[in-house]
């Protein structure tokens, strides 16, 4: 049996508080999740609904990673800033990326290092 999980993209760069950043990654997560099959959101759910938090170090990592990931034919949500509180409007903060078997997922996001 395949395990799944979620992992989330934050960009480095933006040095956002840990408030900021869990909001942030929030939005991504529920996001994902609600475009993401039922069936692959079953599975997971049933795994314990694992997440993974990595980060890139600006918007072009960030919009890179992102493509690839549609690519690859998986789930991926770009979150963009309202503006209403640290960050100006429009600022492309989090990727979604699943939930989706892992492999699929190490496959894209592998190297990349935990959020810290």
């Not at 072009?60 to 963009?80: C, H, M, N, P, S």
Request: aromatic letters at 4%; proline letters at 3%; a neutral charge.
């Amino acid at each position: 049996m395949a395990d799944y999980k979620q992992v989330i993209l934050v960009r480095n760069d933006l040095k956002l508080s840990k408030g900021k950043m869990a909001a942030q990654a929030s939005h991504a997560s529920v996001d994902a999740v609600l475009k993401s099959d039922e069936t692959l959101v079953k599975k997971w759910k049933q795994q314990g609904m694992p997440k993974i938090v990595l980060k890139v170090d600006n918007e072009k990592e960030l919009i890179k990673y992102f493509q690839k990931t549609k690519d690859e034919g998986l789930i991926a949500v770009l979150i963009t800033d309202a503006g209403h509180t640290h960050i100006a409007p429009g600022t492309k903060t989090c990727v979604g990326i699943g939930p989706d078997d892992e492999e699929k997922i190490d496959q894209i996001t592998g190297e990349l290092k935990l959020m810290s």
